[in-house]
């Protein structure tokens, strides 16, 4: 346990660092968001989880520990309906948002953006957002399973990830800034139900990484 609380800290302590400092510069004029500067704060302060699951990982865990996590990063056989649910499932719940605003007269959906832009924004997802699932599922849930129910960790690590998300909210470039937390933080336990499922069912990393950027390209 001690270990996963040093884990937390650290990738805490870099992300709050990292987009903090970008929120207070960009707030303040001093840097533009999309400058190098600003996007080197925004990326070092989204890769806090895949960083510190990679140094705690290879710097202080057994060999087997070292295998089994390399293996999980491309892990990839896993019958095609676990392929579809790690790509679909975001956008059948989309798609259900968006039904539930038109019935309820508060139609937003962007009608002249294109479906096939899904599979364009998700390679960018799977770098912003994505890489994540490497620290939350990879390290984080790997040392919590057999400490915990399934269902007690689904609903830490949505906890813990909506949590890690507040400085963005302090961002005026990105789309957390118009966000209400609450809710945001609501969903993050729902999708971490979502995540926790498929990664304790499959140990891939890549299945959780490829879930996590079609929820955010959803």
Not at 102 to 131: A, R, T, W
Not at 159 to 168: A, C, E, F, M
């Amino acid at each position: 346990m001690k270990r996963i609380i040093r884990y937390l800290l650290f990738t805490f302590a870099l992300t709050y660092l990292a987009h903090g400092t970008l929120a207070f510069t960009t707030m303040n004029d001093c840097i533009e968001f999309d400058s190098l500067i600003g996007q080197s704060l925004f990326i070092l302060g989204g890769s806090s989880p895949a960083i510190f699951a990679f140094v705690f990982v290879f710097r202080q865990q057994d060999p087997s520990a070292k295998e089994a996590f390399k293996r999980s990063l491309l892990s990839y056989r896993h019958p095609l309906l676990l392929w579809l649910f790690a790509l679909g499932i975001p956008i059948v719940l989309g798609g259900l948002f968006q039904l539930s605003r038109v019935l309820l007269g508060n139609h937003v959906f962007e009608s002249d953006i294109p479906f096939y832009s899904f599979l364009i924004v998700i390679f960018s997802s799977v770098l912003f957002g994505g890489i994540e699932e490497i620290g939350w599922r990879g390290f984080l849930q790997e040392r919590l399973m057999g400490r915990k129910n399934l269902v007690v960790i689904a609903v830490l690590i949505g906890l813990i990830w909506g949590l890690w998300h507040v400085p963005l909210f302090f961002i005026k470039n990105v789309s957390h800034y118009d966000f209400d937390f609450l809710p945001f933080l609501l969903g993050a336990v729902m999708f971490s139900t979502y995540l926790t499922w498929l990664y304790a069912k499959t140990k891939s990393i890549l299945l959780v990484v490829l879930l996590h950027a079609s929820i955010n390209a959803s």
